[in-house]
């Protein structure tokens, strides 16, 4: 089956600190690969993704590279803020005509100033 | 430009009682719609989806039910709460193979 597997949090750094988030995934066939990030009290937003080997998708800072060699998809910041503060979710989907989400089980990033 | 609408944002219910939560997307047509719950412990869990009216497709046994009465209207219901229903409810859309957008969400918890 499907798997995302990320890393345990809660992850806490000081502002202007670098972000590593790793994320792993098993799947059944060549899938799109995302990062979702959840305020407080609020649904999903999405971050970035990529959606074929080596890509790289980036947003607001953050970036992650479609890694096949390894399966991976891990999220970076160079320079975090106290307002990165979130949950942050990798997921893959296996386009089949629609996208449903396999979710990893989120790592709390706390940034203190 | 796209927007999905999910409510209401909390709700207390007893258990037992009858469930109904909606979401609608405007500002885009044929829309694949999902309803994800997000469970203590559990991570987020794809409930249903539906890729047209009155399409719906379960991924998961429960005791709950979905349905699409129109084309960018997505409802969540259940004749009777249990307390491990209690949970927060995304709804979500996206077009084919697209990314999926969230809705805001519904924080239900069952007494």
């Known amino acids: 089956g499907n798997s995302v597997t990320q890393m345990e949090g809660p992850v806490t750094l000081s502002e202007e600190a670098f972000l590593t988030i790793n994320c792993t995934y098993t799947a059944t066939g060549y899938p799109s690969l995302f990062w979702y990030v959840q305020y407080p009290g609020e649904g999903l937003q999405l971050l970035l993704k990529a959606t074929k080997a080596d890509d790289k998708g980036s947003n607001k800072g953050f970036e992650a590279t479609y890694r096949k060699e390894t399966t991976s998809f891990h999220l970076e910041k160079g320079s975090v803020q106290v307002s990165d503060s979130a949950v942050y979710f990798c997921a893959l989907s296996l386009n089949s005509g629609y996208s449903t989400l396999t979710f990893g089980k989120g790592t709390m990033l706390l940034v203190s100033p | 430009s796209q927007t999905i609408h999910q409510w209401p944002a909390t709700l207390v219910q007893p258990v037992g009682s009858p469930l109904s939560l909606e979401c609608t997307v405007e500002g885009t047509s044929n829309p694949n719609l999902y309803w994800y719950r997000q469970a203590a412990g559990r991570g987020l869990q794809l409930l249903f989806y539906s890729v047209g009216i009155g399409q719906i497709s379960s991924e998961v046994p429960q005791n709950l039910s979905a349905s699409r009465p129109q084309d960018r209207q997505f409802i969540l219901s259940s004749k009777k709460l249990l307390l491990s229903d209690s949970g927060f409810y995304l709804c979500?859309?996206?077009?084919?193979?697209?990314?999926?957008?969230f809705g805001q969400g519904t924080r239900l918890t069952v007494v």
């Open positions: 979500a859309w996206s077009v084919g193979t697209g990314s999926s957008f």
